[in-house]
């Protein structure tokens, strides 16, 4: 699907816009940090978030320019906290690219984020959706202090996971979907539906996401969920596992990694994750239906059904 959206013209433009945005953004008199942060945005992700700011968009009355401003800040804003991750994490690549915290350090990562934190404001240069945007700038913060808090315990809960998931990861989609619609003012029950469709495709996103870090590698665990679970993160797999298998602890402190995932897939951890994240992109599709029949709503069909696909298709590995 996301190889479909390059053929849309409109889109594409639209994103560029974005990019190029981002990247004046990111013009300062260090020409390193420059430098970085232009790779960054050039060798970027799927801009998902700009994406859903946009598409939502068009199920409005109007289409002002501020929409762009708004979309580039809250991708940057997302970049910012990548960039905090992998200092977090240790991650020493992101995307194919060395990280920012591999490359320079983890002082210079930190000024790196919050300088892109900081440029996001200043584009938004007092726009009366910058208190929506901090709001939901708190709940990535909130998310993150959760899950750091959170490292090492045992008693972990599915709750406490979807708080996580909800506040780091979810709020952002919400957001994007929120403002796109409340930018081009969109009726109200519109915008609440897009709203909710936003919130529940960040959910799945998230939840697909560590799932795909135990399926993508059939010999052994990936890198970075080794690493994950030496530092203390447990996400659904190994907490819906614990739930049958309290055993699954003493193989993550021995690092026996092999075998912790044997038991993920033996006791049906990752099945049953993966059904979590099929509930709520079903809940998004659902929305979706009781959309106005424009172009943009089979666009957003297409990007549920793409998530949908990522599913089924980790249920066979």
């Not at 009355?61 to 708004?70: G, N, T």
């Not at 200092?87 to 990562?109: F, H, M, N, P």
């Amino acid at each position: 699907m996301l190889e479909k959206l390059k053929s849309n013209s409109g889109l594409v433009s639209d994103i560029k816009h974005i990019e190029n945005i981002m990247l004046n953004c990111v013009k300062n008199r260090h020409a390193n940090v420059e430098q970085l942060l232009s790779d960054m945005i050039l060798k970027g992700g799927k801009r998902l978030r700009p994406l859903f700011l946009i598409l939502c968009s068009r199920f409005g009355r109007s289409k002002p320019d501020e929409l762009y401003d708004v979309a580039a800040a809250i991708e940057m804003i997302h970049m910012a906290t990548l960039i905090h991750d992998d200092i977090i994490d240790e991650a020493k690549v992101r995307r194919g690219q060395i990280t920012a915290q591999s490359k320079l350090g983890k002082d210079y990562a930190v000024f790196l984020g919050d300088f892109l934190m900081n440029r996001s404001f200043m584009l938004l240069n007092g726009s009366s959706y910058t208190g929506d945007i901090l709001q939901s700038t708190e709940k990535v913060f909130y998310g993150e202090m959760l899950q750091f808090n959170n490292r090492y315990k045992k008693n972990t809960s599915v709750a406490k996971y979807l708080r996580v998931a909800a506040n780091k990861t979810a709020s952002l989609f919400e957001l994007s979907c929120y403002l796109g619609s409340k930018i081009s003012k969109c009726d109200e029950e519109v915008s609440r539906r897009l709203r909710r469709i936003g919130y529940y495709f960040g959910l799945t996103f998230q939840i697909t996401d560590d799932v795909l870090d135990f399926t993508s590698d059939e010999e052994d665990l990936g890198k970075d969920v080794q690493n994950d679970l030496k530092m203390g993160f447990y996400t659904l797999p190994v907490i819906y596992t614990a739930r049958k298998d309290l055993g699954i602890w003493d193989l993550i402190e021995e690092e026996n990694f092999k075998e912790v995932l044997i038991r993920i897939k033996e006791f049906k951890g990752l099945n049953k994750t993966i059904g979590l994240a099929e509930r709520y992109i079903e809940k998004a599709a659902c929305e979706v239906e009781s959309l106005p029949d424009i172009p943009e709503k089979e666009i957003i069909c297409g990007l549920i059904l793409h998530m949908s696909n990522i599913l089924k298709n980790a249920h066979h590995n």
